[in-house]
């Protein structure tokens, strides 16, 4: 490997490491990006969702006020760098499972805590595709289109001489007074961007992951053209006309993170319970989510290895926490300024 010396040596290019290697290019640091280019990363199978309501209780998004303007504008910036569409605003189309999830959304958007992100439809968008005895609400959420995003970007990095295409050993690297050394890189810090991957780094072994694997079908419904994401168990979100990526399932125990027989299986049932018209199976996916026991994003340098730090933990929402999260990294690192004690890596180290 030819000589190089850089600022930072980000270890990993999905979501994680490409709005950190953003951010930092921003702040006028030298990167180099090293991804080995695993086909089922997490950020290569994900659908891209931003959604203000989180889980069967439909809670508030986590800081949602705050990240989702951060994230949109950022997506913008890049779309802009890159000369593609990254980012699309989209309605959520949730049907309700059942009366008594359709009291509970009802309860939690509109009296007590009502919110700015819902709304109920003035017409059935869907009638004769859906099956919506319970009807249904309108999400305004959004998607990041990550399989022309990370390509992109990677071109990108690849023509500014900012991406090494290889796997890094942890083996190999060696930790000096004045930073790092991998193999002809010198860096005065480096830090782990690799997703699921870090649970086995020897440097973040405090860390408590609890990594989850999700799977995915790739589906054809002839004749159905929107541009609106449809959620009720199963997601479906159009890629192109009439294709559409519908998951995903959430397993803890699971021996590897290809797709498996048994989650196909469900999803179809998933399918069937959603659809009123026919659909074709076109291929199916599987990875595994990096996410944290607490649910937070895991940032910061290692207290005592200080050339070596973390950005990760991303969880089920990458795409919308990875741009604030970034910045406010990168402020930290350039800046000085503290991390935010929820996602500070230190809560693992007292
Ligand atoms: C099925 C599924 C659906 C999802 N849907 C959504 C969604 O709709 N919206 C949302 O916000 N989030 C979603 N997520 C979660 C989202 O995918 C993650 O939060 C996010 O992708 C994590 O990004 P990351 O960059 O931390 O990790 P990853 O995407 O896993 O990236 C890690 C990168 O590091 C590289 N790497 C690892 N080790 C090394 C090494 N030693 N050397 C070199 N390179 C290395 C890998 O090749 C990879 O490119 C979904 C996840 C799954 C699995």
Redesign the pocket.
Known sequence: MEQRKVDYLL????????MLSFFLQQAGKTVLV?????AN??????????NPVSGRRFEPAWMYDTIYPFAKATYHQMGALLGEDVFTERDIWMVFPSEQMQQAFKTKTAGVHPSPYTTDPQEDRFAGWLQQPHGAAIVKGAT?QLRTLLPAYRQYLLATRSLLE?????RLLEVTDNGVTYQGVKADKIIF??????TNNPWFEKLTFLPN????LLVKIPGLITADIIKKGITL?PQEPEIFWA??SFVWDYADDHPTAAQGAKLEESLRQLLMVPYEILDQ??????SGNDRRPMIGMHPQQTAIGI??G?????????PFMAHHFVQHLVGHSPLMPEVDIKRYFK
Do not use: H, W
């Not at 270890?11 to 490409?18: E, L």
């Not at 694997?213 to 995915?216: C, D, L």
């Not at 991303?314 to 990875?322: D, E, F, V």
């Open positions: 270890v990993g290019q999905g979501i994680a490491g490409t090293m991804d080995e280019g695993k990363s997490a950020s290569r199978v994900a659908a891209g969702i931003i990041l290889q796997r890094l050993d942890y961007c690799d997703g699921v991957a870090t694997k999700g799977e995915v979100v998951g995903s996916l599987a990875a595994v989510r990096p950005f990760n991303l969880g089920t929402k990458g795409c919308s926490l990875a």
